[in-house]
């Protein structure tokens, strides 16, 4: 198995592509997007930020706004502009990708039903249990149908959807989700798999919260 870059390898990286291939390049801009990431997990918002902010702009004018790749970026920025603790702008940024997610990926594809499960995060953080809720119960449902229960993303709307419910005090009904949510997990993926021992994890620390 071959280590993960340094940051300062990912750095070396964007800019030995930016300048072998360009700044419109689209391994380029993969590239920043992979430096935002590792950025993101060191906390390090305001330049993954500015990454992202790039990423989007030259998105924009070299395939325009109804675009996948143009889209996904955005989405990306949403969650960043989020979690800086602007959520009107995530919010706004959210709703605005949605407009144009069924004419670019389709009304019920993986990906707009992603964007669902973004915009519920951001709704939920503002307080609105109905309408997070009504969003990814829109989302699940989808999911499931198509995708199945052991799907991921079918069991990260499930898991978002147990912790809205728990954050905005629906207590018993959140517990009773992501017990069904393990159970599923443990019988399709079995004990030792991550997903498993993740969807575990949050279920142990709702007992120690106040859960029988």
């Known amino acids: 198995m071959s280590e993960r870059p340094t940051l300062a390898q990912e750095r070396e990286r964007v800019?030995?592509?930016?300048?072998?291939?360009?700044?419109?390049?689209?391994?380029?801009?993969?590239?920043?997007l992979d430096l935002a990431e590792m950025l993101w997990a060191r906390g390090r918002l305001a330049e993954v930020r500015g990454l992202e902010e790039h990423v989007v702009a030259v998105r924009r004018r070299v395939h325009g706004e109804a675009y996948g790749d143009t889209l996904?970026?955005?989405?990306?920025?949403?969650?960043?502009?989020?979690?800086?603790?602007?959520?009107?702008?995530?919010?706004?940024?959210?709703?605005?990708?949605?407009i144009l997610a069924p004419e670019v990926w389709g009304e019920k594809a993986r990906d707009t039903l992603r964007a669902i499960n973004n915009l519920a995060g951001t709704v939920a953080a503002q307080g609105d249990l109905p309408g997070a809720r009504a969003l990814l119960e829109t989302a699940i449902e989808e999911l499931h149908r198509q995708f199945g229960e052991g799907d991921n993303d079918t069991a990260a709307a499930i898991g978002n959807l147990a912790a809205t419910l728990w954050q905005h005090g629906e207590r018993g009904e959140a517990y009773w989700l992501q017990a069904q949510?393990?159970?599923?997990?443990?019988?399709?993926?079995?004990?030792?798999?991550?997903?498993?021992?993740?969807?575990?994890?949050?279920?142990?620390?709702?007992q120690h919260d106040g859960m029988p």
């Open 15 to 32: 800019d030995e592509l930016r300048g072998r291939l360009g700044e419109e390049h689209p391994e380029t801009l993969a590239a920043m």
């Open 72 to 98: 996904k970026a955005l989405g990306k920025l949403a969650t960043t502009i989020g979690a800086e603790g602007d959520l009107v702008e995530a919010r706004r940024l959210q709703e605005h990708i949605l």
């Open 181 to 206: 949510l393990v159970e599923t997990q443990r019988r399709l993926r079995g004990d030792d798999d991550p997903a498993t021992r993740a969807a575990l994890a949050v279920l142990n620390a709702m």
